[in-house]
């Protein structure tokens, strides 16, 4: 059968974007289809990119040569590091984008993108042939051929809207639902489960009593997260602090009736960690304030998103919310808060490429696997795409591990833990924090992003030499005496930085370090005995991930396996022992099992082949 196409991929969102460019810049012929060009790259929510443990995302996305670093760059309007008071491990860069200039960059990078098309149209259907894909159906065209697909549809899965007690079926406010797309996962054999989210309100920005808010200003110093570009263009804004009153939670209590998530309307489960203004006041009921962040959605418009306030209550009883809040008390509403319900696909059905189970040749990246956010789901895409591009060539799958990036901790848990509520990152979800540092995104992954074509060898040779220069820096501490000890015993010392040092005239000036760097040495140095200590655990943890299970293992016939672990076992056929030990309601005991049966079963087949 000739192929129209190499890869397709379902819908321009962040997850979209990046497998398509992926799969395009890996040489592949790529077509990017999407309900409207308009709305390419669109936040749906928050006009931001990055933050806590999204930052990482963002840096290991630049690392593995996709795009979203770059475009968050290039629409900056705020640069924060968050975080600064806690672990450098966890520090946090955060900017605020204009959105219009985001969507616009990101279209623009598309459509210069060789052996790129990209197409207005919406996908009705999923062809599939003998277990593996053979492209989609649209509105307008039957069939249009391709070796792998690539569904990212976000939100827009039998999307649902909440305003109040009334509903309407709706992709993001103001656009379709994909209802067939849901229906044809469906038929292909796709188990498909409900979440929720939902988004705070759009208000006028001169109809705002600036005098009543604290300004939150951008730092001083700015870090821009791809290595490729050096400054942000655009002007750096201010947000605002404010809170609620007493007064916002006596009119939501008075009116929760009216919640469709109060009255059982809705069924999805939202995300804890990104609630809903009812669910703050229903679940601290002792706090007297919340505290809400006005920024900002762009330069040219004078929309402000109220960042804290997301709501589902019919529109007159927002309208009392917003303007019991202290400096909107004269606000003027320009788009209302809602909240939405949709489908995704659960998550024991896909493979640790994105790649479906049941499906050769189909993947699915983004909202669709039960995240949410925009860096979650450009990540996602990045891997889609590089994994669809490795599979068409004959050459073996991009997996990541959960010591190498928070991304191959973000879809080990996706396939080993079905979400029950929409999953983001966190960096408590990762056990190797002080490996998986924001300001070593580069040395951890720009290898795989050139060995993909994706990185070029001049950036390579770049992270290459950083290297060496920390590690000299840090072998030139560790043999310069000082007293009875050595300058990096020193600085292992509280009190102690490594610019102390240079000012006390205790080393001389390094030459060529730039601050990253320095920073490393300064890290590497005070954390060592954490760090060896963590490479301990990865060494030891590594000998259970490359354990692989034989897909023959019948899980029926281990005796003495509990019910629940042999039940979750079998749904979600973890390919390593690793993987068995992280599936929750499986434990130790069982994969003591599952380790003999499998040395077992390895036994017989060398046997028998002998
Ligand atoms: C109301 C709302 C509130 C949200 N709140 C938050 C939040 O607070 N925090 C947070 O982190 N994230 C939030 N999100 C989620 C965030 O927007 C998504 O996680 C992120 O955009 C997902 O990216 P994606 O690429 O998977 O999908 P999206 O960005 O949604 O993009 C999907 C794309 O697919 C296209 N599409 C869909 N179906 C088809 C089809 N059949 N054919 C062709 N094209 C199709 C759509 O037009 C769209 O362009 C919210 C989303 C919504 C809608």
């Not at 188990?191 to 988004?199: D, E, H, Q, V």
Request: hydrophobic share 35%; glycine share 8%; proline share 4%.
């Amino acid at each position: 059968m000739g192929f129209l196409y190499d890869i397709i991929v379902v819908g321009a969102g962040h997850a979209g974007c990046e497998a398509a460019l992926a799969g395009a810049r890996m040489g592949f012929s790529t077509l990017l289809i999407t309900m409207n060009l308009d709305t390419i790259a669109q936040m749906s929510c928050n006009p931001a990119i990055g933050g806590l443990a999204k930052g990482h995302l963002v840096k290991e996305i630049d690392a593995l040569g996709g795009e979203m670093a770059r475009i968050a760059d290039l629409s900056a309007i705020q640069f924060r590091m968050l975080n600064t008071k806690k672990g450098p491990a966890v520090w946090a860069p955060r900017v605020q984008s204009d959105k219009k200039v985001y969507q616009q960059a990101m279209k623009q990078v598309l459509e210069r993108q060789e052996r790129l098309t990209v197409l207005q149209d919406t996908v009705t259907d999923i062809l599939v042939d003998k277990g593996s894909v053979r492209g989609v159906a649209t509105v307008y065209q039957q069939s249009i051929n391709a070796r792998a697909v690539i569904i990212t549809p976000g939100t827009f899965l039998n999307g649902l809207i909440h305003i109040g007690l009334r509903s309407f079926p709706s992709g993001r406010f103001g656009e379709f639902a994909s209802t067939h797309l849901s229906d044809s996962l469906q038929k292909i054999g796709l188990k498909l489960g409900r979440l929720k989210t939902g988004t705070p309100a759009r208000v006028l920005r001169s109809s705002i009593n600036f005098d009543k808010l604290t300004p939150y200003p951008p730092d001083d110093k700015c870090e821009t997260f791809s290595r490729e570009i050096k400054k942000f263009p655009l002007p750096q804004v201010p947000c605002y602090i404010t809170y609620t009153t007493q007064r916002t939670k006596e009119i939501i209590l008075e009116n929760l009736h009216l919640s469709p998530l109060y009255s059982g309307k809705i069924t999805g489960i939202g995300p804890r960690y990104c609630p809903s203004i009812e669910d703050k006041i229903v679940k601290f009921p002792d706090k007297t304030a919340h505290q809400i962040f006005i920024e900002p959605e762009g330069l040219s418009t004078d929309e402000m998103y109220v960042n804290g306030v997301s709501s589902s209550l019919p529109q007159d009883v927002q309208e009392q919310i917003y303007q019991s809040i202290t400096g909107l008390e004269n606000v003027r509403i320009m788009r209302y808060a809602y909240g939405i319900e949709y489908d995704f696909v659960t998550t024991d059905q896909i493979l640790p490429t994105l790649e479906t189970r049941s499906v050769g040749g189909l993947y699915l990246a983004g909202q669709i696997n039960g995240t949410s956010g925009y860096e979650e789901a450009s990540a996602q895409g990045l891997i889609a795409g590089i994994n669809a591009a490795l599979k068409i060539r004959g050459d073996e799958p991009f997996i990541l591990r959960r010591d190498e990036a928070y991304i191959g901790v973000m879809i080990d848990d996706l396939i080993t833990k079905i979400p029950e509520e929409p999953y983001r990152m966190f960096t408590s979800r990762a056990e190797y924090r002080l490996l998986l540092r924001q300001d070593n995104a580069y040395q951890r992954l720009a290898v795989y992003g050139n060995r993909f074509g994706l990185i070029d060898d001049a950036t390579l040779d770049d992270v290459l030499r950083s290297m060496e220069r920390v590690s000299a820096e840090v072998d030139r501490l560790g043999a310069t005496a000082y007293r009875d000890i050595t300058v990096a015993g020193l600085l292992r010392r509280q009190d102690w930085t490594y610019q102390r040092l240079i000012e006390e005239g205790i080393i001389s000036e390094p030459s060529g370090l730039t601050d990253t760097e320095r920073f490393q040495v300064e890290l590497e140095i005070k954390y060592e005995g954490y760090i060896k200590r963590q490479h301990t655990q990865v060494d030891k943890m590594k000998k259970y991930d490359m354990w692989n299970i034989p897909s023959s293992l019948s899980y029926e016939n281990i005796t003495g396996l509990r019910r629940e672990a042999r039940e979750k076992l079998v749904a979600r056929r973890p390919a390593t022992i690793g993987q068995a030990l992280r599936i929750p309601g499986v434990n130790p005991a069982d994969v003591q099992l599952i380790m003999i049966h499998t040395e077992r079963l390895n036994r017989s087949n060398t046997s028998g082949k002998k």
